[in-house]
């Protein structure tokens, strides 16, 4: 019997249309003619779910008592005993019931297609047993049904069913998904955008991965050897030496430039295992590639460079990494071009990149043009050419010899002068000529084997031969000097340009200088000081006891030169580089100066405020106040020189003045403790003592404090959620901020949501109000001080309350953020630690910036009431 083909729709979350489509399809293979049943759909009470299944033929499912509850699952001997051609089975991963013929849901459908009958299934992301840490880490959620890998990968078809995260949250908040009632805290929760862009990403990568893996198979059915380079493969040859972290950096960022692309870290061993790197080395290079988001992989080869392209090619290699040899001049002549040069004749289509790295000598030094123009090893070579081709050409050319063959004779060795020039240089040159000359008199012209010359003529062809050869040499010399000083002009142009690109691309001047300098000079060690002393910059190690070279740089500060004195060029560019030095120093102090200003400018709009604000809010309280307390002095006065009489106030007279003043001085007071408060979190002095705190004990004190009940605020907590790290007095002083925010700018009739929920672990409490919300261009002053409603209502308070509630949770070691409610209005986020150990609590000055100087999202609403411990 012909195997069933398996066909899985996969989704990102719940709600992305996954059973909606498995329907579709079978209304789509009914059309066609196809015998299609619905083995199990769970509707889980969506309308439109419920509606496609109408017009399918469905098999009844099978009833089982568990625990006093009923429940429903797949009826795998009907659905066999009615053998249709394609049967339709929603969530894959389902664990069956008790007493059921398989354990798991998956195992139904292995049975139904062993018996020849195609399945339609679907699937979430999450319950792929490979992702399932992965999605805990992103969500925090464990999902205790799985389906192996194995089962998912073997399906004929595998389909996302994909939806924007955004669009599935629009989904979700207009109830097609949910209940209502499970609405908020599925999205404040599990259907974060966050979380379902990263589920829909692993998703996206699960499936490219598949697809992948198909392309390789039919390329290998179809004996198809080259590559297909449907994306990015970036594979990096390692070592085992010290320039591999510098090629997997290179090669991660070959592969991120473009979406999907992979980093493969490749190391050749030996067969017989006396060739390889050092195993710490290669360890710590393993343990970079897997945090780069590679992987690692170890071949065997005696043939490197056929080895490495054989991998590169089996992987789909698109780009190779190698890094550049850390031969000599001398061991590349001898033994040959190297590795890099075979790889790259033998990569066909691939593309390699040959790093440059420091243990090749890193940014290469500045050549010195003082001295001979070519360096001693080649004028030592060229003396040897001279000591040991004189002998040998000479040899030759008197074994030779005729009457005619003088001519053929001096142009020989004028070829040898010009060679060993070519090599060497002026000097070796200079002594060939003269050595050749000598030889020329002494072995072929008359008379022969004396350095005595019979023929005039002669002599005057031998001092012309000679000047000849002592002109090519200095040609040549002249034409190294040149080539040595242009060669030098092109690494001091390289570096001044890579000083450029790396202010530029934000490194810090001052340190790209200071490294550049010692590379280039080739310096053991390079420090800059400011006046005081201290460093700004260094770069390599300094010789101990050694004294260095000190170069002013400006009025500000002084380099420090370890190493080598440098010759007058070298010195002209060093000035070029301290000329650079201080400018950059100079701007540096420049925009730290703007800095403090733009400090001192905060502070000034802050005092400002302050005034403002102490000019409205704090005269009228106190007014109120002094006029309360003032009638009943006067009150009193009046009564005390009356007759027979109290007073001139009535019992209730007095009672209201007495509650007036009450409440303005408990007003004033609250004012005073929360501008001292803001001054705390200002300064960075908060004292914050941290214990474990109950989340849901501090919502309802906060909830007591403002008299607020159910029928303003709905609560949704978690029972289940672990004490909190905070400070109690503070976390109940936020609570209440921002409650009563929430509740001021609730529609009438709307309730204020209060959740809790964990999420690894931190502890997260929301205060969803479903009001106006927070236009995008007002999102960053919401947690500045005095901020209020456009600034104009002056009867709540000082506007004080986020800015307090953002310090002390960040003090806490929290944070306060908002986010915008689905269908409107606004969400404030009290993220929180857990306590790891409850029995333990903690004191601390918590050292926090300024309130509202961290960029976060904000608006002008009112930040009252300023509530106090």
Known sequence: MTRGRLRVLLGAAPGVGKTFEMLAEGHRLVASGQDVVVAIVETHGRTATAAQLIGLEQVPLRTVQHREVELHEVDLEAVLTRAPQVALVDELAHTNAPGSPHEKRWQDVEAMLDAGIDVITTVNVQHIESLNGVVEKITGVAQQETVPDAVVRAADDVEVVDLAPQSLRDRLSAGYVYPAERVDAALSNYF????????????????????????????????????????ERVVVALTGGPEGETLLRRGARIAARTAGGELMAVHVLAQDGLRGGAPGALAAQQRLVVSLGGSYHQVVGDDVPSTLVEFAQSADATQLVIGVSRRGRLAAALTGPGIGAEVIRRSGDIDVHIVSHAAAGGHPGLPRITGGALGWRRQLLGLAIALVGGPLLSWTLFTL?????????????????????????????LFAAVLSGLTLDFLFVEPLFTVTIADPLHALALVLYVVIAVLVSIVVDQAARRARAAQR????????????????RGESAPLALVSRAREAFGFSGVRLLDNEGAVIATDGE??????????????????????????????????????????????????????????????DRVRSALLSAISHDLRRPLAAAMAAVGGLRQADAVGRSSTGTAGILSPADRSALLETADESLGTLSKLVTDLLDVSRVEAGVLAVSLAPVDGAGAVLAALDELGLGPDEVELGLDPDLPPLQADAVLLQRVLVNVLANANRHSPAGERVLVTTSRLGATAEIRVVDRGVGVPADRQQTMFAPFQREGDSDNTIGLGLGLALSRGFTDGMGGSLTPEDTPGGGLTMVIALPVAMDPERPSSRSARSGPAGDEGRSGTARDEGPEASS
């Open 542 to 603: 300094p010789v101990p006891d050694a004294a260095p070279e000190i170069v002013r740089v400006g009025d500000r500060a002084t380099l420090e030169l370890y190493g080598s004195a440098l010759d007058a060029p070298a010195r002209r560019l060093l000035d070029a580089i301290v000329a650079q030095l201080s400018a950059a120093i100079e701007h540096a102090d420049l925009a730290a100066t703007a800095r403090r200003a733009d400090v001192l400018t905060e502070t």
């Open 489 to 504: 002009a092109s690494a001091e142009a390289e570096l001044l340009a890579g000083v450029a690109g790396n202010v530029l």
């Open 401 to 429: 010899r005729s009457p005619a063959s003088i001519t053929s004779d001096v142009l020989a060795y004028q070829l040898l002068v010009v060679v060993v020039a070519l090599v060497g240089g002026l000097r070796p040159a």
């Open 192 to 231: 974060r955008l966050g979380n379902l862009t990263a589920l829909r990403e692993l998703a996206l990568l699960w499936l490219a991965d598949e697809v992948d893996s198909a392309l390789r198979t039919y390329r290998v059915e179809h004996g198809i050897d080259s590559a297909w380079q449907t994306r």
